[in-house]
């Protein structure tokens, strides 16, 4: 022990936890608000640690989850009990218990700081020599009667190495030590030696914690009486260890060695006479509390039957209530039982009529019948015509095939005259397949048949599927029938009876009519009252129950099946109708286009001449040019004459892209004849290019060339291709210049067509950046793609000079969304989607960008754009997965968070990808982009078009462009039956989108 420097210094401290009459464990008063932050600290903290692994270190300190509150505190190890347990002391309060290891966690540097809680010895005082368990148990209550959770002075005297401080305890003007003395609990020692020898002899603190570490801990911060100091705390009782309990009544000494160091082992000196003593009482008293639980049991049975016999006597008593009161009632309606039969008689015979002025004839399935009585008449079920006719147009189907795919022209021409042979029979076969419809009333059966259907389903309501079968036709009709007979017997009963209680009514009337000279006896009246009331009662309710009551499962399931019957016969009907209107409709087509057409091919002589003229203007433009270009270059050119020949440049100009449209709306034509009744025309016009015509969608022209526009270099995005501006009917347009070879150049034009196409297929905007020509150089290997050219639209110019507001910004992503829509509906992957590529016009419409169609998909994706610090390529990307509509979709998620937050930085994950919980955004935006960027979850183009942050406001919304086609009917007939059939479609879902 050592000398403390703070000898006789004064602590305020309170108890937290009692280990024998001289030691106990006590916080400083001033440490109150570092217990507080302490616990919120290792509350936040510990549920998130680590789990302890390997051997613990008894130095170092721990988290522990304490049993009783299920709440965390500081411990130390001080013993390990086996692999999953430990014996461990809360260091900030002194008990200790045995915990799990899952319940033992690791806590960071700050909060390894030393204990809150010191462990002290009463000053001059030591535990007698051979103390019995009994007495030290009640020294150690006593003490803890008067140290604990009460502030008391602590008087320093010493500490020992362990940092045990010995110290003189007050409470107010109670010596502590005194006290404990006085009560025999402990006796004074000499302080010379005496101290040494405690020294020498302490006890090994883990003895001393398993010792007593089957003593109750009451709940930490869980007590009645809060102190200020609102802290949790350990807990004494007075009980020991378990293998003191079964001597809980012996004298049992200790040996004075053991007993300074704090270990209870029983010593060899216990009377045998009373172990065998105490051990009979022991049983005696397990015995009493076996016979006591017995008569528990006895007792807690009989109180349940107690109130079994209780329940069942007011059950009892209920019951005679209730049969009292129906006597009684029974009684008072005897007196007035006649009338009340009448009475009620009367309002059903009155019920009774009403219902049979309502048609029930719906319950025996007569509009079922008369349904199938409606198809049986008039049906429609064959045409012999129509199975003429399509055995002929098979045929020229065939015959249509093998010209398409034939690319020798001698073989084509016997293939063409064939195929005219067929064609001219087919002509005969449609025009009596048109005169024979023509004759039949197919307007008026489909209407019948259409108001028919919807007339069932609305009494029935939506039919089950099955086979067609006869047998359910004839069950219904048996069922029917015999329903029918059942009623009518039915009927007539009740029209007896009524007839019958009349005539008792009327004979009853000479009876009691004291006016008549003869009056007739009670012998002479018919039948008995009661008989005729009954059977009267009886027919009225049996006509009343099978008009009123719900028909069973066996009659609902017959007319059902048979509703399910002729609602599948109609249907037949009006698809069979529906298969002669389409026929009828594609016989009246082909009728008009072969009439001018029959045995010979269109002509191709308007085109031709088209081309001629655009070959003598583009000759005049170039002559034009040429004439500007020496005038310019003479020493004395006259302004005046040049400004005329540029007019005359521009006027050229004009016309030529006139008539180049005009030359592109005649090979539309021819592609339509072509796809439809002339597949003839490439093989035998293979001069006008109409095959590359039709592989390009309509893109590729053959008659434009560079060298007959103004165009002006674009030098500053001219990094990758060649790009060139220039003018065209006063809309500025790009020539883009793709290098190209025999290989590549069909790729690249099948690329563009398949973008043209999927613009032009588009109902509404596209979204995309329309594709105006594709034409071929002549004199260089290079593909020109003419585009409108939008200056400074882009959204890197527009957010560099003024930025999108949030509203902007969300119209012209919406956009920017139908454009991959667009694109993914047509299977196309975009790759290229970045800031440079994405135009606002106005700075509220979004159109996507073209891309480079010398590229494949994942030679475009393969390009790292960064916007903002952001890259633009999706994780799946960077590890080598092929592009995709995810990944385009991601890309278009890091525009628009870079359209939100403007030039705020970027905080990004190790995968790069950028977290969007750091910028305060509206909550409908950062849902959308954690759906793009965070959760890569499976969203489509056409979902995130419909996010609730595109949602157009009530009274708003956009105009619909989609372009309706006209077709011109044959005469006001045609157009009836082509009505009628676009009618049946509409109700069958078969309606086919227009096409702009």
Not at 412 to 433: C, H, P, T, W, Y
Not at 633 to 648: F, L, P
């Amino acid at each position: 022990m050592d000398e403390d420097t703070h000898y006789n210094k004064v602590e305020d401290v309170v108890g937290s936890h009692v280990e024998d009459a001289v030691t106990f464990w006590a916080q400083n008063i001033s440490k109150n608000k570092d217990i507080m932050k302490l616990s919120c600290s290792l509350s936040e903290v510990c549920p998130h640690a680590n789990s302890v692994f390997g051997n613990l270190d008894p130095k170092k300190i721990y988290g522990g989850l304490f049993s009783e509150d299920k709440c965390w505190y500081r411990c130390k190890v001080l013993k390990t009990i086996s692999d999953d347990k430990c014996l461990v002391r809360y260091i900030d309060y002194g008990n200790t218990e045995i915990l799990n290891r899952s319940d033992i966690v690791e806590i960071p540097l700050e909060l390894q700081f030393s204990s809150i809680a010191k462990k002290y010895r009463l000053w001059g005082l030591q535990i007698p020599s051979g103390q019995e368990v009994t007495q030290f148990d009640q020294g150690r209550t006593f003490l803890g009667s008067l140290i604990f959770e009460k502030e008391i002075k602590m008087r320093i005297k010493a500490t020992y190495q362990d940092g045990t401080v010995i110290a003189q305890a007050e409470y107010g003007t109670v010596d502590i030590g005194e006290e404990v003395a006085k009560k025999g609990f402990a006796e004074k020692c000499r302080l010379t030696s005496g101290i040494d020898v405690c020294e020498a002899k302490k006890p090994d603190p883990s003895q001393l914690a398993l010792r007593s570490l089957k003593n109750p801990i009451p709940l930490w911060g869980r007590r009645s009486n809060q102190s200020s100091f609102n802290r949790p705390k350990g807990q004494f009782n007075g009980k020991v260890d378990a293998k003191y309990e079964t001597n809980a009544g012996n004298h049992v000494t200790f040996p004075k060695e053991n007993l300074a160091a704090g270990d209870f082992n029983l010593g060899s000196n216990v009377s045998l006479a009373k172990i065998k003593q105490d051990q009979k009482l022991i049983e005696e008293n397990e015995k009493l509390k076996t016979e006591k639980e017995v008569l528990l049991e006895n007792y807690k049975a009989l109180e349940m039957k107690l109130e079994q016999i209780e329940q069942t006597a007011q059950e009892l008593q209920q019951e005679k209530t209730t049969t009292m009161d129906l006597t009684k009632h029974l009684e008072s309606t005897l007196k007035t039982c006649v009338g009340t039969r009448l009475k009620n008689l009367a309002a059903k015979v009155e019920l009774l009529k009403e219902i049979r002025h309502i048609n029930i004839s719906i319950r025996f399935g007569n509009d079922l019948s008369d349904a199938m009585q409606v198809l049986n008449e008039g049906s429609f079920t064959t045409l012999e015509s129509l199975n003429e006719l399509e055995k002929i147009w098979a045929e020229y189907n065939v015959a249509q095939e093998k010209i398409k795919t034939c690319h020798d022209e001698n073989e084509g021409s016997i293939l063409i005259a064939k195929r005219n042979e067929v064609q001219q029979n087919l002509f005969m076969a449609v025009d009596v397949f048109i005169l024979e419809v023509d004759e039949l009333p197919l307007d008026k059966r489909l209407k019948t048949l259409q108001d028919l259907s919807t007339s069932l389903e609305a009494v029935y309501g939506k039919a089950k599927e099955g086979t067609n079968s006869e047998e359910i036709l004839r069950k219904f009709y048996d069922w029917q029938c015999n329903k029918r007979e059942e009623f009518a017997r039915i009927r007539s009963e009740t029209e007896a009876s009524l007839q019958h209680l009349v005539a008792w009514f009327q004979s009853s009337q000479k009876v009691f009519d004291l006016s008549l000279g003869e009056s007739l006896t009670s012998e002479d009246m018919i039948g008995n009252i009661d008989e005729i009331l009954e059977k009267t009662e009886s027919s009225v309710c049996k006509e009343l129950e099978i008009s009123l009551i719900e028909q069973g499962v066996v009659d609902k399931e017959i007319i059902l099946s048979t509703y399910s019957q002729v609602l599948q016969k109609i249907h037949s009907e009006e698809k069979f109708i529906a298969t002669l209107l389409a026929k009828y409709k594609d016989s009246v087509e082909f009728k008009n286009q072969i009439t001018d057409c029959l045995n010979k091919s269109p002509s191709v002589d308007y085109l031709l001449s088209i081309k001629k003229t655009l070959k003598g203007l583009k000759a005049q433009l170039r002559w034009k040019l040429v004439e500007k270009r020496n005038l310019e270059e003479s020493d004395d050119h006259d302004g005046t004459e040049i400004e005329k020949i540029k007019q005359e440049i521009t006027q050229l100009r004009n016309s030529v892209f006139q008539k180049i449209y005009q030359e592109r709306e005649e090979y539309e034509k021819l592609n339509t004849l072509t796809q439809k009744w002339f597949p003839e025309l490439p093989l035998l016009y293979p001069e006008i290019g109409l095959l590359k015509y039709m592989n390009s969608g309509g893109l590729l022209t053959m008659s434009l060339e560079r060298d007959l526009l103004d165009t002006e270099p674009m030098k500053e995005l001219s990094s990758k291709r060649p790009l060139v501006c220039s003018d065209v009917n006063g809309q500025p347009v790009l020539l883009k210049g793709y290098s190209v070879d025999v290989d590549t150049e069909g790729r690249v034009i099948q690329r563009a067509a398949s973008y043209y196409r999927a613009c032009g297929n588009s109902k509404e905007e596209s979204g995309l950046l329309p594709l105006i020509f594709l034409f071929l150089c002549k004199s260089d290997p290079v593909a020109y793609l003419m585009v409108p050219y939008y200056p400074k639209a882009n959204l890197s110019a527009i957010q560099a000079s003024m930025p999108l507001t949030s509203e902007e910004a969300l119209k012209v992503m919406k956009d920017v969304a139908r454009g991959l829509h667009t694109l993914h509906n047509a299977n196309i992957i975009h790759g290229s989607l970045h800031q440079n590529n994405v135009f606002a016009l106005n700075r509220e419409q979004g159109i996507v960008g073209d891309f480079d169609f010398t590229k494949s998909e994942s030679q475009r994706a393969s390009v790292n754009m960064m916007v903002g610090g952001l890259s633009l390529i999706s994780p799946e990307l960077k590890i080598g997965k092929p592009p995709s509509a995810s990944s385009d979709l991601y890309a278009y998620g890091c525009l628009l968070l870079w359209l939100s937050v403007h030039n705020q930085e970027f905080e990004t994950s190790e995968d790069g990808i950028p977290k969007v919980d750091q910028f305060h955004l509206d909550d409908n935006v950062k849902s959308l982009l954690c759906s793009l960027i965070c959760c890569r979850s499976s969203m489509t183009a056409e979902q995130v078009l419909n996010a609730e942050c595109f949602l157009l406001p009530k009274g708003k919304s956009l105009p619909n462009p989609e372009k309706e086609i006209e077709c011109i009917p044959h005469n006001k007939e045609d157009e009836s039956k082509v009505e009628s059939l676009d009618r049946y479609k509409e109700r069958q879902g078969m309606v086919t989108p227009t096409l702009d």
